[in-house]
């Protein structure tokens, strides 16, 4: 097996999205059985969405290294919940740098498909977004990202910044990185200054509440 | 740019339902990116499932007009929301117009790609009916169009329109006109008379209440 | 008109999930066209779903047994409720017996389209369980398999012994029986003697709760 640099950020933002979704689930009383499907759904459900959408098969299909992850992080969580609340700011990084990636290959798959930039841009957040989507409908909750944090903003201005480089005609792998970085340093940025969107119905925020 | 009378038809129903996404998102405190999101997926959801069914990508893919729409639907929203019941009148009438075309657009694309007429008044209906499903399950509501109104089975009898005019041999554009008309009329005389369906469960009520 | 006998089951199961749907909505008091609605996805849900993530159309394109079958049902709901919670032991072995099939089923198509057998137990399991699952997300519910019974795990113990099957060359038909008939009996077995699986979250019960 040969382990590339970038299946080892795939495999920690698998892992960090897994967990998130097995943890919400262990707060509904879920089964053993009920986390490790929404913790599955959770971690694939948004590259799921982004192939079916594509004309593709699920990437998973392919891998079986994504339901491997899923079981490994059900584990680690039945043996360390009690402490998984003391590590998550290393959770919190994985699941960035896990959506940092996501955005990066949503955008590279989409163009590889012959679809346009700004369908890109589109799929990029998808990618990055819709796996919490789908978890907090299973949770029968309001998805998060809807009201909370930038979160799919940053996935789409991290498809701007891939879009911007290919226009510019940057060399792809800096693209890449640009692109990875651009949505890590938006979530990062988000979270520890509590930066929001403005909210509906006139009731709005200033963009940095706080 | 070549606009017909069909597109317009077709970015008007867009905003409409857009709108409608955008406006129950933002009873919910989401933020702007996430009624944006919401608005989106409200107005092409249905036809995005119906695409997927179909064995095609998103007809969304080919064509900027729908997200452009939406974004001007949530500015709309933002500028003008203090008024916006008001017009809801004419919202219901362009949400109408709207189905009524989606209708035909379903039913059209589905004997396209071959399939049999009973697939067709379906995927008809999945078209007009599945984006405000989709849009209120975004919004853990249970779908409104289960419950009130008659909705997608007006839907359901525009695509029965279609289905008779083909095996009459009517030619397609009349066809297209009735079936649409149907779904429009019944839509129109569903609220105004406040039509509904019997509810299940030893409750039930007369087909036309009041 | 040539109707095997693994066509009758599955029509069975198909009436028995559609029963399902039918009856949860009318607990909601959905309208009668919004039950039909949820009665055929719950039955056809599973499946569908299956068929996109392989790249097919959905099954039911081909065949109207399925709608015809979700109105019978709809029509027995309609006559006989009152005396449908009598009749609770038929609709789950009905149920029951319908998704040893639809695991059977699940199997054997993603093989055919050339997947690896792990994916295949995966989709064996996604073909008997989702269903159920997208009913309860129309139905606006955290979805019931996640959290009682057995249920997930008794598809995906079938799909293990489908994969077995093959693995040890056993002749198809004996491996599909065994298949079926392993789901059949865990769900017979979870439900008779109330098996759980533990659940999360610092209160593990015991795999059989009295």
Chains 1, 2, 3 share one sequence.
Not at 118 to 127: D, E, G, I, P, R
Request: glycine share 10%; net charge positive; hydrophobic share 55%.
């Amino acid at each position: 097996m040969n382990i590339s640099f970038v299946d080892i950020i795939d495999y920690v933002g698998t892992f960090a999205f897994a967990t998130s979704g097995i943890r919400l689930a262990s707060k509904k009383n879920f089964d053993l059985f009920g986390a490790l499907i929404v913790g599955f759904v959770t971690a694939v459900g948004g590259g799921t969405l982004r192939d079916i959408m594509l004309g593709k098969n699920p990437f998973w299909f392919n891998q079986s290294s994504y339901i491997i992850i899923t079981i490994f992080a059900l584990l680690f969580f039945v043996l360390f919940h009690k402490y998984i609340s003391k590590i998550g700011t290393t959770l919190f990084l994985f699941d960035t740098i896990g959506i940092g990636l996501f955005t990066v290959v949503g955008f590279h798959k989409t163009i590889e498909c012959g679809f346009s930039l700004w369908v890109a841009t589109l799929m990029a957040m998808f990618t990055g977004a819709a796996g919490g989507v789908i978890r907090d409908i299973l949770l029968n909750e309001v998805p998060l990202i809807f009201r909370r944090d930038i979160y799919a903003l940053a996935c789409w201005f991290g498809g701007l910044v891939y879009l911007i480089g290919i226009k510019l005609n940057v060399p792809e792998l800096i693209t890449q990185i640009a692109c990875a970085t651009t949505v890590i340093t938006i979530r990062i940025c988000a979270v520890t200054y509590h930066w929001r969107m403005f909210v509906l119905r006139g009731h709005p925020r200033p963009a940095i509440a706080k």
